[in-house]
DNA sequence: CCTGCCCCATA
DNA sequence: GTATGGGGCAGGA
């Protein structure tokens, strides 16, 4: 066996993609030079080629290629024009590195082949089949899923970015059919990143179900008539040949001429002087080093040596300027972000890609948009993008409309711009734009069709601004919530950022067109050409991210969390936010005036205290007075040097006995209070509805929770009983009662169901004071007559295991010693093993797969937990602890949420959901209906996972009704 | 006028 | 120890 030839073929293009997006930008120092996809696939190479036996496929390669596509059209642009014709060109910084990849797979003695005509998958399954033919097995390097079609007795894939083996089994679970019946699926499924046209109506499910029924495609089409379901028989049999020329599209061809037999693919040894030569050439000191050690290569007396790189030009600039050196994990080359890539990123924008917002049409009649909207009708989707003249989608006036139907092709139609020169009293509307009454319905016929998709980024705006016009917008797919759902802890997911990540291009900052600070001007003044080139370049960039981000959802199993978690969540909110809370002003202003006379009287004796007048809202002048004139001892300081004001460090110094520190704690509060809240929230009241409407944000949290803002409701005080008070100004209007509704414990809960502890899930189970109980079972005491703060250090340990604990935090929290907390931790872990099992386990699967999971399936990526640094590291591990728990009680709540107002409906109330706190949903209803609603919410809340998990520990909720906010929580 | 920092409000 | 948003200050444009 040992003597069995075996041929490793890697797919090479696919390869240079993924490492490219997978990886951080890097550049060459010397120049600039973009090198990360070069770097990327070094390093995978070599591991290939070093982890032998030890690696995924488990044998040493004795044959090794790697096979690229050959630049321009295939054979199958022949059969079918438009394969892979939505394919957006590489991006600039990506181009010049094929070559150099090219030639750094030389630079391992191994060969690196391609053909023009041909992709490089049909050059292995060519060379699969010739392998299998000369006895050798195979093992294809790579993760197109085309390539699965390859595998059989013998031949095996492996995916080394996503550390997964994949041989029959994986491919039945993918495919649902045998890898000799994936090309009979993947016809009648199609393929819309390749183009692939498939048969209507069949994904790759319904295609499984129908192959395994018939046999195989042929038989499938012969057959069709017989299908009892209506639409799938009529399309099949009008598809039919489409589906077959699909199926020639995805066949890979195993007769592909070529220059190399399989014996000149023999695995020469490594000359170790020239691929150091090379990798010194890129700057990859730490690949350099590591091979110039296992060939015994004097890596010193090896040059670097010259690079091919035509075709690429340092930016002029660029060179001159000092790029910093990188911090983590890089190759000793600058990061994205440094000058150089500015200057590259600069470039690549004159270069324009394939984006010329010149192009754009700009409608200005009403025929002009009856064709856009016949063309979406024709298609079945387009994306759109509403222009307003405010970021507040309460208030802001429709500005104008901007559709998109395929990449390059999009309008921009104007319908509120005013004439820009007149003063406040305008001159009107300006002169070439479709009248508002005529333009609406025409818009409200495509934005509410059953049949087109809307595609649009963050469209939870979008949405609330139409509907203020009488237009629901559905059915929908948004952009913001694809990149959210797939690479969540990856990068931001706005627009600007996806269309840098995923397109390389870089769209018309608004402030290039609108100005900024002072002079900016609202997008109704913009003048109508430049305005058409912002605009529609917004629709056309949103279709091609979806085109890009979409297809990823099914091949990356995360359809299921978009379309039940993320996607029906959107309405609910744009609901939650039109309705908005009544806040009472006079409540509001009554305590602006009690804080202030407080933070008057204490202001006084802190200055008297201090001896002269200083501004207290000062960290460093206050830093000064405690620190340097009176001369107290100075505890932490802040990391950039300066004394710490914290209150943690005032509590301190009170405690010594001093004064001042204590009254400016006080009146901090005060200050907070007043200026975030009682000054801050009245400004934030809808003059229309006379309400305070905030905005959540879907996408803007790694774990799942929402966030809110403009104002934050997230964050109104409920501690101290100053604070508290502000929650009393938060009301139902008159005959109405706000109710209240929180999830108890639902992060430990959820703790306890994830890692499996039976005491803990037996406590929930029973009703029991958790807290008490783990006190119990850490000291030994009773519950009953217990100390309160045997408890309470119970508690803060609590807490701690969903932060992912460290003994300095714990320290920190108890206000004990370091040593202390440790011994408490390691009590806690003596005692609940399970949890030190979840914690490492998780960490684990976090380092494993660069990602963790809710009990849902939402995924959240730490990139970084495999940092060298250990400050870094250590906290990726416990942010990737808390994930899950924190994420699947926010998954649980947003599944409440989404049902809760069919629920209340069919239950005939009448109360609305007004705000989402995290664990509480706060509602709003007429007083007579309070005592029929409760239970519905409740029960809604408390069964939100079912039908399809069933935590092994009860939710519990309380809720209570009541006339404000304070009273009801 | 913008940005980073410090501090602090919530779950 | 996790996750956020926001106000005021201070320094550099």
Request: negative net charge; aromatic residues 6%.
């Amino acid at each position: 066996m040992a003597d069995k030839p075996h041929l490793f073929l890697v797919d090479g293009s696919s390869y240079i993609f993924r490492a490219y997006h997978a990886l951080p930008p890097l550049t060459r120092k010397s120049d600039g030079l973009p090198v990360g996809a070069v770097a990327g696939f070094c390093n995978m190479l070599w591991k290939l080629l070093q982890e032998g036996e030890k690696g995924l496929s488990g044998v040493d390669p004795s044959h090794i290629a790697v096979i690229f596509d050959a630049k321009g059209d295939t054979f199958r642009n022949e059969i079918y024009d438009q394969y892979k014709a939505h394919r957006p060109p590489a991006p600039e910084d990506l181009r010049p590195q094929f070559g150099l990849i090219k030639d750094a797979v030389r630079a391992f003695n191994i060969p690196a082949i391609e053909q023009v005509g041909y992709e490089a998958d049909d050059i292995i399954a060519t060379y699969v089949q010739k392998a299998l033919v000369a006895g050798a097995d195979v093992t294809i390097v790579g993760s197109d899923k085309d390539l699965m079609q390859l595998v059989q007795p013998g031949v095996v894939m492996v995916d080394t970015m996503k550390n997964k083996r994949i041989s029959h089994d994986e491919v039945v679970e993918k495919f649902g059919v045998a890898p000799d019946r994936v090309v009979d699926v993947q016809a009648l499924a199609g393929d819309s990143v390749d183009n692939v046209p498939g048969v209507p109506g069949i994904g790759i499910k319904t295609a499984a179900l129908l192959i395994n029924e018939f046999g195989d495609l042929e038989s499938l089409l012969a057959g069709a008539e017989t299908i009892k379901q209506k639409k799938r028989r009529e399309n099949l049999i009008e598809f039919a040949d489409q589906a077959r020329i699909s199926r020639e599209l995805v066949y890979l061809k195993p007769d592909v001429p070529l220059e190399m037999e399989i014996d000149d693919l023999f695995r020469d040894d490594l000359d170790g002087p020239k691929l150091v030569s090379y990798l010194k050439a890129l700057n990859f000191t730490t690949l350099t080093r590591r091979i110039a050690e296992a060939t015994e290569t004097e890596a010193e007396n090896v040059e670097a040596c010259d690079l091919n790189i035509e075709g690429w030009e340092p930016a002029p600039k660029m060179a001159a300027e000092e790029s910093s050196a990188s911090a983590e994990g890089s190759e000793g080359t600058a990061r994205s972000g440094g000058p150089a890539d500015l200057a590259a990123k600069i470039a690549s924008e004159v270069g324009a890609l394939s984006i010329d917002n010149q192009k754009y049409e700009m409608v200005t009649e009403l025929t002009a948009l009856e064709r856009w909207c016949s063309e979406a009708k024709r298609i079945g989707y387009i994306s759109v993008d509403t222009e307003t003249d405010s970021l507040d989608a309460m208030q802001a006036n429709l500005v104008g409309v901007s559709l998109a139907t395929e990449p390059g092709k999009a309008c921009y139609i104007p319908l509120g711009h005013t004439k820009g020169d007149d003063d406040m009293f305008g001159g009107g509307l300006a002169e070439g734009q479709i009248p508002l009454d005529q333009a609406l319905p025409k818009l409200k016929i495509l934005l509410e069709d059953p049949s087109i998709l809307k595609i649009g980024q963050n469209l939870k705006y979008d949405a609330l601004l139409l509907s203020r016009y009488d237009i629901q917008l559905n059915p929908f797919d948004d952009t913001l919530l694809l990149s959210y759902v797939l690479d969540a802890g990856q990068h931001g997911h706005g627009m600007d950022e996806l269309s840098e990540f995923w397109l390389g291009h870089k769209p018309i900052p608004f402030k290039e067109i609108a100005g900024t600070g002072k002079k900016q001007i609202t997008f109704d003044k913009v003048e109508l050409d430049k305005a058409t080139a912002y605009a529609a370049e917004d629709a056309d960039v949103t279709l091609r991210l979806w085109q890009i981000l979409k297809p990823r959802l099914a091949s990356e199993r995360m359809t299921t969390v978009y379309e039940r978690l993320e996607r029906p969540l959107m309405p609910v909110l744009v609901r939650m936010e039109q309705r908005g809370i009544a806040v009472d002003r006079q409540i509001l202003s009554r305590l602006s005036g009690n804080f202030a006379q407080g933070m008057g009287a204490l202001e006084e004796e802190i200055h008297e205290l201090a001896g002269k007048p200083f501004n207290i809202g000062s960290p460093k002048q206050l830093g000064d007075i405690l620190f340097g004139e009176m001369g107290l001892p100075g505890g932490k300081k802040t990391k950039t040097g300066a004394w710490s004001t914290s209150a943690s460090v005032l509590d301190d110094l009170a405690a010594e006995g001093h004064e001042l520190p204590g009254r400016v704690v006080a009146w901090r509060q005060l200050s907070k209070l007043k200026s975030t809240y009682t000054d801050a929230l009245p400004g934030f009241i809808n003059p229309v509805t006379g309400r305070v409407h905030t905005s959540y944000s879907l996408a803007s949290t790694t774990t799942g929770r929402l966030a809110s803002s403009d104002p934050n409701l997230q964050n109104i005080p409920i501690r101290t009983e100053e604070g508290r008070k502000i929650r009393t100004a938060f009301v139902a209007e008159s005959g109405n009662k706000l109710i209240s509704a929180d999830y108890s414990q639902i992060e430990l809960r959820v703790l306890a169901h994830i890692a499996d502890i039976a005491q803990l899930k037996q406590a929930f189970a029973d009703g029991l004071d958790i807290h008490a109980m783990t006190a119990s079972e850490m000291f030994g005491e009773p519950i009953e007559g217990m100390d309160p703060m045997t408890r309470r250090r119970a508690k803060a340990i609590n807490f701690g295991i969903i932060y992912g604990i460290s003994a300095f935090g714990l320290a920190n929290q108890l206000g004990i010693s370091r040593t202390e907390a440790k011994d408490y931790i390691d009590t806690y872990f003596q005692r609940f093993p399970g949890i030190r099992t979840y914690m490492e386990d998780t960490k684990q699967t976090a380092r494993d797969h660069g990602y963790v999971e809710t009990i849902f399936g939402r995924k959240i990526h730490y990139p970084q937990i495999t940092s060298k640094n250990p400050q870094m590291r250590a906290f990726m591990e416990r942010a990737a602890i808390n994930a899950p728990i924190q994420g699947s009680a926010a998954d649980i709540i947003r599944r409440a949420m989404i049902r809760m107002d069919d629920a209340l409906i069919k239950a005939g109330s009448s109360a609305i959901m007004l705000l989402q706190v995290h664990d509480e949903l706060i509602f709003e209803l007429p007083e007579p209906e309070v005592e029929a609603t409760l239970p519905v919410i409740k029960s809604v809340m408390e069964e939100a996972c079912m039908p399809v998990m069933q935590l092994s520990v009860p939710l519990k909720v309380d809720a209570q009704s009541a006339d404000n906010w304070d009273e009801a929580h």
